[in-house]
């Protein structure tokens, strides 16, 4: 495997939690966030906050394996070696998880309400999150076109990045738009569970990530 551009690696450990990189921008991000989910639940559209918190824990999980490759490994598969208000694990700062925390909620918008119909004779609940996971990943190239965002690995790209990463994200998310209150609850919350937990151990305990 060759490494393209390394030193990213170690711009992003460089700012990782350091409070010297905040800045306010982290303060509007989070007020938007709060409104999205405070105006799903006044009009109780539980489905949609199921779809968002499935999608926003099933995030937490892979930014976590991210940082333990990069602690096994030396590198990251992706980095946020900048740009950030404040770099929360090595390949995620706060924007890019205030997005992850509302898209779940956003594009279960264009979820139709009968999750077995059909279109273009696919599933509409894998169709959407096959269609979904493509626009994040083609967007994708042009973050890591940027200095704020990069792929370490030269094989990891849009391609894995969709088949691995955007079309689990996308698949929890529109299935949890349609789980019952209870499994919902046992689900994402246990996955949140775990997701703290490793934070707690790797992060806080370990100081691994």
Request: net charge positive; charged share 10%.
């Amino acid at each position: 495997m060759n490494l393209n551009r390394p030193e990213l690696t170690d711009q992003a450990l460089g700012i990782l939690r350091n409070p010297a990189s905040f800045n306010w921008t982290f303060i509007p991000f989070l007020a938007f966030v709060t409104y999205v989910y405070f105006e799903e639940v006044r009009r109780k559209n539980w489905k949609a906050v199921q779809a968002g918190l499935a999608l926003y824990a099933v995030h937490w999980a892979y930014e976590i394996g991210n940082a333990l490759v990069r602690h096994f490994s030396g590198h990251a598969l992706w980095t946020v070696p900048g740009g950030t208000s404040f770099l929360l694990l090595v390949g995620v700062g706060v924007e890019l998880s205030c997005m992850f925390a509302v898209a779940g909620v956003i594009f279960s918008k264009v979820l139709p309400e009968d999750p077995k119909a059909k279109i273009l004779g696919l599933n509409n609940r894998v169709l959407i999150a096959v269609a979904n996971a493509a626009f994040f990943s083609v967007f994708e190239i042009f973050l890591a076109r940027t200095p704020a965002f990069h792929w370490v690995y030269g094989w990891w790209g849009a391609l894995p990045v969709f088949v691995t990463t955007y079309i689990p994200f996308f698949l929890a998310s529109n299935f949890a738009y349609d789980w019952p209150a209870a499994k919902a609850k046992r689900l994402i919350g246990g996955l949140f569970a775990l997701d703290g937990l490793a934070l707690l151990l790797f992060a806080g305990i370990l100081g691994w990530i």
